[in-house]
């Protein structure tokens, strides 16, 4: 064992699983050409929000009948708007595996009041999506941000469903390929893996889901900022670039600027491969380590994003303790930001491994990992 600090610090530190780090190009003064006080309605605007959906488009691999929104309140926001206007017009399934999921439940059951059948599996673990009846509304997420799993495919969501799967991607779109006929609702933020700023979300709905928008209506009042139809069609506006209420034209800027990084290293299949690089770097590390292990007890379910880890050596007292004070060294020292676990989940660690992390940046982070680790042991040997 050795305490002895290592020689080297990452160049970016920033390991948070959001908001995440800003893509390695990133500057300031490259956000220059946002129309900073003009409206998001003239012209100059428009074109902004249309270009920002359109590269998601191309960069994803959206099919061109799918309708792509930019919306307010993040990936929540999104989610949100999705239930609220979709729900209610068949059974219901709700999966979770994580915090988010459950959260998703409790607005289904407790808000929505709808009797739905809740399927759910412990952290580190995955619902069997082989027991799903993909006939009723599905509610999931693809990955799970605070447990580290992600659904492997989509093989088992059949072509032929006759209800909506509705997926929350917060942390899977633009790090894992999403099977885009097998999704009829598809969330997340740009804050996530490719760093974008916060508090917009982006909505994406299947021809399917815009038939059932069009053609069934809630039971419930739906607000303003959740209204997706207006006379029994489509608000077509949304999906083109006239937002629900009014966007940041800085942080679309921002947008457009990770897009056009992510286009730069290879579009969607360049972002798999720094995400995969990065996550399995750590879990070389945990492999050739028996103090710490990966919390997907699957390793076909890990997730390549958010990789949650959790310490097993039995000399531990206070796992939750042990874990913050972990966290807390790594802080102190400046070599790894918030990386604790979500505060629901699971004592460990969380490493955010999205694309705009730098690989070199996880491998010089990880010694310091094990100075830290093998400091709090002694540390809580002499308190002992």
Not at 90 to 96: G, S
Not at 366 to 375: E, K, T
Request: glycine share 8%; aromatic share 8%; charged share 25%.
């Amino acid at each position: 064992m050795t305490t002895t600090k290592p020689a080297t610090r990452p160049a970016n530190p920033r390991f948070s699983s959001g908001p995440c780090a800003k893509n390695p190009t990133f500057s300031l003064d490259k956000l220059a050409d946002a129309p900073l006080g003009r409206s998001h309605r003239a012209a100059v605007g428009k074109a902004k929000l249309k270009a920002a959906i359109e590269e998601t488009r191309e960069i994803l691999g959206i099919p061109a009948d799918y309708r792509i929104g930019i919306v307010p309140a993040s990936d929540t926001g999104a989610m949100e708007m999705a239930m609220w206007s979709l729900l209610g017009e068949r059974k219901v399934e709700m999966l979770a595996w994580e915090s988010f999921g459950a959260g998703w439940v409790t607005d289904v059951v407790k808000q929505l009041k709808l009797e739905a059948e809740v399927k759910t599996a412990d952290y580190g673990e995955i619902v069997d999506l082989a027991t799903v009846d993909f006939d009723n509304d599905v509610v999931f997420t693809w990955n799970g941000t605070t447990s580290g799993v992600r659904v492997v495919n989509g093989d088992v969501i059949p072509t032929n469903r006759a209800g909506l799967t509705i997926c929350d991607a917060t942390s899977a779109a633009f790090a894992m390929d999403l099977p885009w006929d097998k999704l009829d609702v598809v969330t997340y933020s740009w804050q996530k893996v490719l760093g974008g700023e916060a508090a917009h979300g982006v909505l994406i709905l299947s021809p399917r889901a815009v038939e059932r928008l069009e053609s069934y209506t809630p039971a419930w009042p739906l607000p303003k900022i959740f209204r997706l139809t207006k006379g029994g069609k489509l608000i077509e506006g949304i999906f083109t670039g006239a937002t629900i209420n009014t966007p940041s034209m800085l942080c679309v800027e921002d947008y457009l600027l990770a897009l056009d990084w992510a286009r730069s290293i290879g579009g969607l299949d360049g972002l798999i491969a720094r995400a995969d690089a990065n996550a399995k770097a750590i879990w070389d590390f945990c492999a050739a380590r028996d103090w710490i292990d990966n919390l997907a007890v699957d390793p076909a379910t890990r997730s390549n994003t958010s990789v949650c880890l959790k310490f097993t050596d039995t000399r531990i007292q206070d796992g939750a303790a042990f874990a913050k004070a972990v966290a807390k060294r790594l802080e102190v020292e400046g070599v790894a930001l918030d990386i604790g676990a979500y505060r629901d989940a699971p004592a460990g660690l969380r490493i955010w491994c999205g694309a705009t992390v730098e690989t070199a940046d996880i491998e010089v982070m990880l010694p310091w990992l094990d100075w830290a680790f093998n400091a709090e042991i002694e540390a809580q040997a002499v308190t002992a």
